[in-house]
């Protein structure tokens, strides 16, 4: 069994992909935020008696995205799911294990910060969300406040209210996703550093006194006021559902599914609602994606009847907009469409 599965990595590798036929299934990994999205997909071609239901499995953006390049062969996935875009530094992984991909953008979600409807609602700006929840702030010496302060210091913000007095008289305490996921990535990138850090007069001058970029900002606290709660967003949702007080962080989908008993941010006066997320005025809303690895289309059983569904399924009347997923303008459709025909190669110019 050994040497058949040895024979197997290495006739593929050789390129001879007739032998990745060992396995008659799609395998595929990655963002939590694209599983439901990619499982709804898949049962569907699970449908169609010619081929096996793919097997998706969650695990993280980071997980889809490094999965897919870690090299040809039935052992490896063939498609992995992010909900933040390939960076190019991982695609220089995927070149390093001779992995040529394929992008697709499947369409949009946002990302809301929502909390039981038997708790209080935070309407917040953007800048103070950052604040928040961001690792290091600036502070003055003397514990003071104002534009000449240029001191960086531990996040010593306890309650919503310590920020603004407007906001909860609560603790800070929001679940939220680990590094591995790309929903964390988008949301520090998009509140803590570009919201907040790149914003904030006293937080852009500490941090030019401090010679460092705003991309520190996006470090998360580790005092108890974020928890990391897993990849499993629907675990998130339970413990809201369990504690009023406490806020969560995940894609849209899942408030949109738990609409009964969660509510809301509203975040610079935009709405996490399907309208405002697909007219690009939410503010924190992200693409998502899946990536298909060449050496495995034709080889593996399904791929490209697997990117066909998605096709059927992505439009605005679509069973993926009814589970949440904000569809693509039809431009944009058609691009990915073609690109999964075609499978035009994903290089860094691209990513630039």
């Not at 995927?94 to 809301?112: F, H, M, P, R, S």
């Not at 290091?136 to 003397?142: E, G, I, K, L, N």
């Amino acid at each position: 069994m050994r040497l058949t599965f040895a024979l197997v990595g290495a006739v593929a590798l050789a390129g001879v992909t007739t032998a990745a036929s060992a396995r008659d299934y799609i395998s595929i990994a990655g963002s939590s935020t694209v599983l439901p999205f990619a499982t709804i997909v898949a049962e569907q071609l699970g449908n169609n008696p010619s081929f096996k239901t793919p097997v998706v499995e969650s695990g993280g953006s980071s997980v889809g995205k490094k999965g897919v390049c870690e090299g040809i062969g039935t052992e490896f996935i063939d498609i992995g799911n992010a909900s933040s875009r390939m960076k190019t530094g991982e695609l220089e992984y995927c070149d390093a294990n001779g992995v040529d991909l394929t992008e697709i953008k499947v369409g949009y979600d946002g990302i809301v910060v929502a909390n039981s409807k038997e708790g209080v609602p935070l309407v917040i700006s953007k800048a103070d969300l950052g604040m928040a929840l961001t690792a290091m702030v600036p502070a003055c010496a003397d514990g003071s406040t104002g534009v000449d302060c240029t001191e960086m210091v531990p996040n010593p913000f306890k309650k919503w209210s310590d920020i603004n007095a407007a906001y909860p008289d609560v603790e800070i305490r929001v679940y939220g996703p680990p590094t591995t996921s790309g929903t964390r990535a988008s949301y520090a990138e998009m509140v803590n550093e570009k919201g907040y850090c790149k914003k904030d007069d006293m937080a852009k001058a500490a941090l030019k006194a401090a010679g460092a970029k705003a991309k520190v900002c996006r470090a998360m606290r580790t005092d108890g006021a974020y928890v990391e709660a897993g990849e499993q967003d629907n675990l998130i949702v339970q413990k809201l559902q369990e504690d009023p007080s406490a806020y969560g962080i995940f894609g849209f989908s899942y408030l949109d599914q738990n609409s009964d008993t969660l509510q809301g941010a509203v975040i610079d006066g935009t709405n996490p609602t399907f309208d405002e997320i697909a007219e690009g005025s939410y503010s924190v809303s992200r693409a998502l994606y899946f990536y298909v690895k060449h050496a495995h289309v034709g080889v593996v059983p399904g791929i490209s009847e697997y990117m066909n569904e998605w096709v059927k399924h992505w439009g605005e009347d679509g069973a993926l907009s009814d589970a949440g997923m904000i569809p693509m303008p039809e431009e944009e459709r058609a691009a990915f469409k073609a690109a999964m025909k075609d499978l035009p190669k994903l290089t860094a110019d691209m990513l630039n």
